[in-house]
């Protein structure tokens, strides 16, 4: 089964900062690596798809990009609704989760 | 738009059996593969099975293979999980999911509000 190491599990910023979430595949899995959002008793929501393709009705300083086995997850500028916890996703794996919360 | 409304959760005994439900509206459901995902109190997410726009393919995890089933009426619009022989790390909030397109790439694009099952004696 291929594993899905997320980093950092949690991180503290200001709004306004740049964030940078990974992924790392335990082999090589394409582009096939899907971003979510979930706040506190909320449903995710789907961010990025396909490793750099922005949902529709998603912000524009949201952004996914791969290298090799390597997914990066960027919020270009943090705002206040952006606090919660982040989670990358192939086929039926999902990373452990990263939580940002504020600095 | 889309919605996806879960019910029948709820607390059980463990060995018990107990099916969950989700009504599909604002789109073709027969024409999309669906999935249950769930996350257990203060943890990630797992996904849980997924069954074919029509019906033909189901695939589960391998923590609830053999358990649970994964169903569909498509008449209904309706998407159950039969979960049978339940476990107290089955404890969590269950989410059915539509894929994001006609094709099954387990991309979620559309979550329901989650419905909470408990095991416990």
């Known amino acids: 089964d291929i594993q899905m190491t997320q980093s950092p599990s949690s991180l503290s910023a200001s709004v306004g900062d740049r964030v940078t979430i990974t992924c790392q595949a335990s082999?090589?899995?394409?582009?096939?690596l899907n971003w979510y959002q979930q706040k506190p008793g909320k449903a995710p929501k789907l961010l990025i798809y396909d490793s750099s393709n922005l949902e529709t009705g998603v912000p524009s300083r949201f952004s996914g990009s791969a290298s090799g086995a390597v997914f990066t997850f960027t919020i270009s500028s943090l705002q206040p609704e952006d606090f919660a916890t982040y989670y990358c996703?192939?086929?039926?794996?999902f990373g452990g989760g990263t939580k940002v919360e504020i600095k | 738009q889309v919605q996806l409304v879960e019910s029948g959760g709820g607390v059980v005994q463990p060995g018990r059996s107990l099916r969950l439900s989700c009504a599909a509206s604002?789109?073709?459901?027969?024409?999309?593969?669906m999935h249950w995902v769930r996350q257990a109190p203060g943890k990630g997410l797992e996904w849980v099975a997924v069954i074919w726009y029509d019906g033909t393919n189901e695939y589960y995890a391998d923590s609830v293979k053999g358990r649970f089933t994964i169903s569909r009426d498509n008449s209904k619009n309706t998407l159950y999980l039969q979960m049978n022989s339940l476990r107290g790390e089955d404890t969590a909030v269950y989410y059915c999911?539509?894929?994001?397109?006609?094709?099954?790439?387990?991309?979620?694009?559309?979550w329901g509000q989650g419905a909470l099952v408990t095991v416990s004696s």
């Open positions: 999911a539509r894929e994001a397109g006609s094709v099954v790439t387990h991309c979620f694009g559309y």
């Open positions: 996703q192939r086929h039926g794996t």
């Open positions: 082999q090589d899995i394409s582009n096939s």
């Open positions: 604002g789109f073709t459901f027969s024409s999309y593969a």
